[in-house]
């Protein structure tokens, strides 16, 4: 894809919800999930560890892994 520069102030729907919100609702929701401390590094590791739990999450609702993934990677390119 590229190189990317983050843009964290980018908000495309203009509703506060910047990039910088979303990543550190991402960062929030590893944290607590994995009980990882605050003073403690976040690797990608840990990123896959939450992203396989919302597949889980999928199949327990019986959602299309392949069907979010594709949401999410649309998203994510519209958000960049």
């Known amino acids: 894809m590229?190189?990317?520069?983050?843009?964290?102030r980018k908000d495309i729907?203009?509703?506060g919800q910047t990039n910088a919100v979303r990543a550190a609702r991402a960062e929030h929701?590893?944290?607590?999930g994995f009980?990882?401390?605050?003073d403690d590094?976040?690797?990608?590791?840990?990123?896959?560890?939450l992203i396989s739990d919302?597949?889980?999450l999928c199949?327990?609702?019986g959602w299309s892994v392949e069907a979010v993934v594709g949401m999410a990677t649309a998203n994510w390119k519209d958000e960049r």
Do not use: M, T, W
Not at 41 to 49: F, K, Q, T, W
């Open 2 to 8: 590229g190189r990317f520069k983050f843009k964290p």
């Open 13 to 15: 729907d203009r509703a």
């Open 29 to 32: 929701s590893i944290r607590q």
């Open 35 to 38: 009980k990882i401390c605050e």
């Open 41 to 49: 590094d976040l690797d990608d590791v840990n990123a896959a560890g």
């Open 54 to 56: 919302v597949f889980h």
């Open 59 to 61: 199949d327990l609702n």
